[in-house]
């Protein structure tokens, strides 16, 4: 457990205040970037009050493989991270599982009201006993219908890979969702206007950017653009974090 000492120790020092004093603990598994949220979140609680930890994101590409990385068996369940190099990595989905089990059951005893995972993965069997455990990979796809109804969505994600699962996920939509695939890591604004406008004439009257990867300056875009509401994932789960916390 020395590795999830050493993740609480560096997060006391990035923030410079004692973890105790926290309400809210945002837990990434890779790097993912938590500016854009930071600031919706702190509409409504003091940014002294969150603490952002982060499973691999600190690590080298060989710290992170020799840890988590997946085994030769083809079978073996495996999840996409990206790394500190903004390059993606395929690992082994149960030993991130097993990580995230011991990191929230230490963070459970830390006196957190609320735990948000920023994963585009649904993981299962995570809980808490105390805190509020926030998974928006399960939250999102409820809200998200209630939101939009009726109405076809467009559901833009940054990778192919991200595709796998997404009609389980979309279940409860009205209509099956249309996928767009746009990265703003590699590709610009232009490319993601293109693919919006693509997937209007498919028929999309809703927009929904599904991954922290994508910021409030991306929805703007898009709405100014093409003149169609657009949902962001990060956005919804700052809001609802907000109003629990409040």
């Known amino acids: 457990m020395q590795w999830l000492k050493t993740m609480l120790n560096q997060a006391v020092i990035d923030h410079g205040k004692n973890v105790l004093q926290s309400t809210m603990a945002i837990l990434c598994i890779d790097t993912m970037p938590v500016g854009e949220m930071l600031p919706l979140l702190s509409e409504h609680i003091s940014e002294q009050q969150i603490t952002y930890l982060t499973l691999l994101g600190n690590k080298t590409r060989a710290e992170v493989l020799a840890q988590y990385g997946a085994d030769d068996d083809a079978s073996?369940?495996?999840?996409?991270a990206l790394l500190a190099d903004f390059q993606?990595?395929?690992?082994?989905?149960?030993?991130?599982?097993?990580?995230l089990h011991a990191i929230l059951k230490v963070l459970d005893n830390q006196?957190?009201?609320?735990?948000l995972?920023?994963?585009?993965v649904r993981f299962h069997g995570l809980h808490t006993a105390n805190a509020m455990l926030l998974e928006p990979e399960r939250l999102i796809p409820p809200l998200v219908a209630s939101i939009v109804g009726g109405h076809q969505v467009g559901v833009i994600l940054p990778q192919p890979e991200f595709q796998a699962g997404q009609e389980a996920k979309w279940g409860r939509l009205y209509m099956?969702?249309?996928y767009g695939?746009?990265?703003p890591l590699t590709q610009d604004d232009d490319a993601l206007v293109a693919t919006g406008r693509k997937m209007l004439d498919q028929g999309a009257d809703v927009l929904v950017l599904d991954s922290p990867c994508y910021h409030t300056k991306?929805?703007?875009l898009l709405q100014k653009a093409l003149d169609v509401p657009v949902l962001l994932s990060n956005?919804?789960?700052?809001r609802l974090a907000s109003e629990i916390m409040n």
């Open 235 to 238: 956005s919804l789960v700052a």
């Open 88 to 99: 993606r990595v395929r690992l082994s989905r149960y030993k991130i599982e097993q990580a």
């Open 181 to 183: 695939l746009a990265n």
């Open 218 to 220: 991306h929805r703007d």
């Open 111 to 115: 006196g957190f009201e609320v735990i």
């Open 117 to 120: 995972l920023l994963s585009h």
């Open 76 to 80: 073996e369940p495996t999840i996409l």
């Open 176 to 178: 099956s969702p249309v």
